[in-house]
């Protein structure tokens, strides 16, 4: 196995506990000046002082590389996609620039409606295509894992459609991959006016086939005024989690629903959005160990304010952070610009974000067993830097800080 020393960083990672970071252990960043890191068959064998890394040595490297004092972090895990579409929606977002509110667009059969058209008409082929396509540019700005759901199928043989083109992306990108069943995103207009029908086809027919082809890892919902509700997304969590399904649930974006509360109640593994959620839902939300996606991106498409991440720390909530890449509410697909956000708009320490952007978003996609961090035995995913430190990342805006981007110990972008 190909053994590599990368010498002469400035390394910054978050150390990995075995659980999510939350509290004040949310900005805990451990820092190497001069640092190295060994890795062996693409996996991390010793990081820290030079001194102690090559004293675990045993024989002379493959490869080494002076990485010229560049910060070197952890690969940026995104945690929270809809970046499987088939068509971009530029027209809406003049709409919504000009004032039409993103849940009236969806109320006049356009927003995540007028994705479902685009994605049952195209060929699985486009589909991928323009997915990988997104993909990649992700993964050249420091993705180096991705969730991605479904969810602009809403019938299942489109679901399934969009499940298989998520793990063609899965076996022929770089990228790690966690795909989630999202068939609850809207209500499809053969459906308008009864969600309760259509609650009943996803637990009827739907899960039952995405389980049986085991094509997905968790199942998601957009909990929200007019979509669906709290009584309805418990009903399709449950039936999601006796089936064997990790469980997410978007939550409070837009209205606060009580959704926070469900996630509680539910102790699901990840609540996303959060932008409208009150105190009692982030506490029942702390006490049961959810992790708190947060999509900064969107509070700035959508110009809302922010979700409330200094609240939510000094509860004890693991924070992590995503880009919600998708193309209605949030076309991003760059974990920088979402670090950025995190930092300026969202008050949070370049730590705190450098931990929310790698091992809590890796937690959360539950994938903190081989990313995230950079301990020994996980995967040797990691990103130099133009930058000193990770705080270079949210200082130089507007443009991308990623010198290089490593994957399994392979440079790939
Ligand atoms: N809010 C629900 N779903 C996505 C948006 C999807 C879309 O507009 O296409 C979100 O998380 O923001
Ligand atoms: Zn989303």
Do not use: W
Not at 10 to 22: L, M, N, S
Not at 79 to 91: D, G, S
Not at 158 to 168: A, F, G, P, T
């Amino acid at each position: 196995m190909t053994v590599k020393l990368f010498r002469n960083a400035a390394i910054h990672t978050p150390v990995d506990r075995g659980r999510p970071a939350a509290g004040s252990a949310q900005g805990e960043i451990a820092v190497f000046a001069k640092g190295t890191l060994l890795t062996e068959g693409g996996r991390i064998v010793a990081v820290g002082a030079e001194e102690s890394v090559t004293a675990r040595l045993n024989r002379r490297p493959d490869m080494e590389i002076d990485c010229g004092g560049a910060c070197l972090i952890p690969g940026f895990v995104d945690p929270h996609t809809h970046i499987c579409f088939a068509e971009r929606r530029e027209r809406e977002f003049e709409l919504r620039r000009a004032g039409t509110p993103y849940l009236e667009i969806l109320r006049q059969g356009g927003g995540i409606l007028s994705s479902v058209r685009a994605v049952r008409a195209a060929s699985e082929e486009e589909l991928f295509e323009t997915t990988a396509e997104n993909v990649l540019s992700a993964l050249s700005l420091g993705t180096t894992t991705m969730e991605i759901k479904s969810g602009y199928g809403l019938d299942t043989e489109s679901e399934l459609k969009m499940l298989r083109v998520i793990d063609r992306i899965r076996r022929e990108t770089p990228l790690d991959v966690t795909a989630t069943f999202m068939g609850a995103h809207a209500v499809p207009e053969e459906f308008r006016g009864n969600a309760d029908g259509f609650v009943d086809l996803i637990v009827d027919e739907m899960i039952p086939a995405v389980v049986g082809q085991a094509i997905a890892d968790s199942c998601d919902i957009f909990c929200e005024e007019g979509i669906f509700s709290v009584a309805q997304s418990r009903r399709l969590l449950e039936a999601a989690r006796k089936a064997g399904l990790k469980l997410r649930a978007h939550v409070d974006e837009v209205h606060d629903t009580g959704g926070a509360a469900l996630a509680g109640e539910l102790a699901v593994l990840s609540a996303e959005h959060l932008l409208a959620a009150n105190d009692e839902g982030l506490k029942a939300m702390a006490a049961a160990g959810v992790i708190a996606d947060l999509l900064p991106a969107t509070a700035y498409s959508l110009r809302k304010p922010y979700a409330r991440a200094r609240r939510m720390i000094e509860l004890g909530l693991p924070v992590a952070c995503a880009t919600d890449c998708n193309p209605g509410s949030c076309f991003c697909e760059s974990m920088p610009f979402i670090f950025g956000l995190a930092v300026m708009n969202m008050d949070m320490t370049p730590e705190e974000a450098l931990t929310a952007t790698t091992l809590n978003s890796a937690y959360s996609a539950g994938l903190a067993g081989r990313v995230g961090s950079l301990d020994e035995g996980k995967s040797a995913d990691f990103l130099l830097l133009d930058a000193e430190t990770p705080a270079g990342i949210a200082y130089h805006a507007g443009v991308s800080p990623v010198l290089a981007v490593y994957k399994r110990g392979e440079h790939v972008a």
